[in-house]
């Protein structure tokens, strides 16, 4: 149940492959920026009884270079014990540390603090995981200049709390809050230069009640403001 006692959907912990081991594991990306409604004449949206909701806009991912050697402390380790994890990007820099707990014949648990840099230098990303390999506590995400990009704190793998986007001339881009990986609450969006681009309330994920939107250069977004239930603008 969400804070308003509503019923919500959780997401399943994924596996994902690395090379020839099986890592247990959340994934490291970042949420999804507040994506564009769908707008839905009101006639259609009355009579279908529906929710129609935008597929989430991510972005194009920022393709990670070949990792080339990797280095574990101790080598060798048996189920239960730690190992220290080094990878490196394929001209030798540092790419990311971490530890990982072994569990079974080829197969890894992510566990404690991790960090991530790009291949300049500059930090990528830093965050932990829980004992059960799920993304935990406070993360943070930088773009390739060492700029901060987003922020904010993962329970047991999923968004939670109070999440900052940042620009890359270090101005907000979103601020909003997460319940159980959904977005809940009050939300503001805001144009690169700062100025504001949009403001409501979501439930469960879903855009409802007064939404308010401005264009670049101050004016109402006309095309988009207005009353929205189920993520779908009714009036």
């Known amino acids: 149940m969400n804070p308003r006692g509503q019923p919500i959907s959780t997401n399943m912990r ?3 492959l690395l090379g020839a081991l099986l890592f247990v594991s959340c994934d490291e990306t970042p949420p999804p920026a507040p994506e564009k409604p769908k707008v839905a004449p009101p006639s259609a949206a009355s009579a279908a009884g529906t929710s129609v909701v935008a597929p989430p806009a991510g972005g194009a991912a920022q393709a990670v270079k070949r990792i080339g050697k990797r280095e574990e402390t101790p080598k060798d380790a048996k189920p239960g014990e730690v190992v220290s994890v080094r990878e490196f990007y394929d001209g030798g820099q540092l790419y990311t540390e971490r530890t990982e707990r072994v569990v079974g014949e080829r197969q890894r648990v992510r566990i404690g ?3 991530a840099w790009w291949e300049n230098g500059k930090p990528r990303v830093e965050g932990g995981y829980d004992d059960e390999g799920r993304l935990s506590g406070r993360w943070r995400y930088y ?3 060492g700029a901060l990009e987003r922020e904010g704190d993962y329970e047991a793998g999923q968004h939670t709390g109070d999440w900052t986007e940042y620009w890359p001339n270090g101005k907000p881009r979103f601020q909003g809050f997460y319940h159980v990986g959904l977005r809940e609450g009050f939300w503001r969006t805001y144009h690169e230069s700062g100025a ?3 403001e409501g309330e979501y439930q469960n994920n879903l855009r409802e009640g007064a939404w308010k939107f401005w264009l670049p250069n101050g004016g109402v977004d006309t095309a988009q403001a207005g009353i929205y239930a189920g993520n779908v603008r009714i009036q």
């Open 14 to 16: 994924p596996v994902a």
């Open 113 to 115: 603090p991790m960090r």
């Open 143 to 145: 773009y390739e200049t």
């Open 196 to 198: 504001p681009e949009s």
